[in-house]
């Protein structure tokens, strides 16, 4: 597994990344960046955990919005994405107070 070095709101994370799949991750990285600043731009929350976990609750909500293709499964097993896996890295980027590390 590739390590990757991406920022997100100024602060910078070293990220594993399967080989071949850069390009889906910076793709998300920017997902994830460009909502958590315009959170913080909005000028309402300041904590960055709390801007985290609004920047994740919005992702996942335009996620499950999106129409599903024709005879499609759950999300989760016609994205190829382990969602699992993610929490996992989400909740190891947490650290053991919730506070982002």
Known sequence: MKQIEVTIMGQSY???CPEGGETSLLEAVGNVDREMCAIRDAGKVKAR???????????????AERPLPAAAGTP?????????????RIDQS?????QLL
């Open 49 to 63: 955990e709390r801007i985290a976990v609004l920047a994740a609750l919005n992702l996942a909500f335009a996620l």
């Open 76 to 88: 989760a097993q016609d994205s190829g994405v382990d969602l699992e896996a993610l929490i996992k």
């Open 94 to 98: 947490l650290g053991a107070d919730g």
């Open 14 to 16: 070293l990220l594993g």
